[in-house]
């Protein structure tokens, strides 16, 4: 890890015991050189962490900014996701036995954060951490539906379409329309985009302010899909995710 990036964790560390603090001052709690503490003070202000007070030529201090409000609110709402859900997933696995997933948005990838596995010879294991592209699988295209217009033709002029199966969505074309199909239907579906022989079923996460936050999903092996066990494990899933819902205090399903 970068010195430079573990010396401005300290920093910021050190307004933890005290809010409000004037370069010597920081200098004295960091224990660090005045000309490295000024640096990343400076760096940390440039970035939005730290909010600069500058009262008189002599009087400048310095203090965390609002955006780590917003840190600490993404990380309470994700705990708080985990906690609800992991149930509902459990009870979801034991009536399927498929694999249930939560993915979040996570920059330009979808990031699976809680996995219940299947227990059948033949299923697909995804680990907690793994990251997938948004235009490839049920959950990564729910996310990336999410996005305003404008925020999608971005990520498209930026991102580099790979090849995972052969049914890969590949040109913008096709993944604007999947992206219609998304908004239209509430809920997300593939056939072996990401991962080889595996059909995925996602629906969205929503918070109290009607904001999608996660996905939820569940994959079944190909061999194992027919257009009605395709219906049931949406419907299982569908009646998961509203009860999700529902305990985060959004209603607009009503």
């Known amino acids: ?40 003070a400076s760096s940390l202000v440039e970035s939005g962490l730290l909010v600069k007070h500058r009262k008189t030529s002599h009087d400048v201090t310095y203090k965390m900014s609002l955006k780590m409000v917003t840190y600490g609110k993404h990380v309470s709402e994700q705990l708080q996701l985990n906690k609800i859900s992991l149930p509902y997933m459990k009870k979801l696995n034991e009536k399927l036995d498929e694999l249930v997933y939560i993915n979040i948005l996570e920059g330009d990838e979808a990031v699976y954060v809680e996995t219940v596995d299947s227990s059948k010879p033949l299923r697909l294991i995804v680990k907690v951490g793994a990251r997938s592209p948004l235009y490839a699988g049920s959950a990564p295209k729910l996310l990336l539906s999410s996005k305003t217009d404008a925020e999608i033709n971005e990520y498209l002029d930026r991102v580099k379409l790979e090849r995972f199966t052969e049914n890969t969505l590949l040109n913008d074309y096709d993944i604007k329309v999947e992206i219609d199909k998304i908004r239209r239907n509430g809920y997300s579906i593939s056939y072996s985009e990401h991962f080889q022989d595996t059909v995925g079923l996602s629906y969205p996460i929503y918070d109290d302010e009607s904001n999608i ?3 939820i999903g569940v994959s079944f092996p190909i061999i194992d899909h027919t257009k009605e066990y395709e219906e049931y494990v949406r419907l299982n899933l569908e009646d998961t995710a509203r009860k999700i819902w529902s305990e985060l205090g959004y209603r607009g399903y009503v």
């Open 213 to 215: 936050i996660a996905a």
């Open 1 to 40: 890890m970068s010195k430079s990036l573990v010396r401005a964790v300290a920093l910021l560390d050190c307004f933890l015991e005290k809010p409000e603090m004037t370069i010597n001052e920081l200098t004295e709690m960091a224990n660090m050189p005045k000309t490295t503490v000024f640096r990343l």
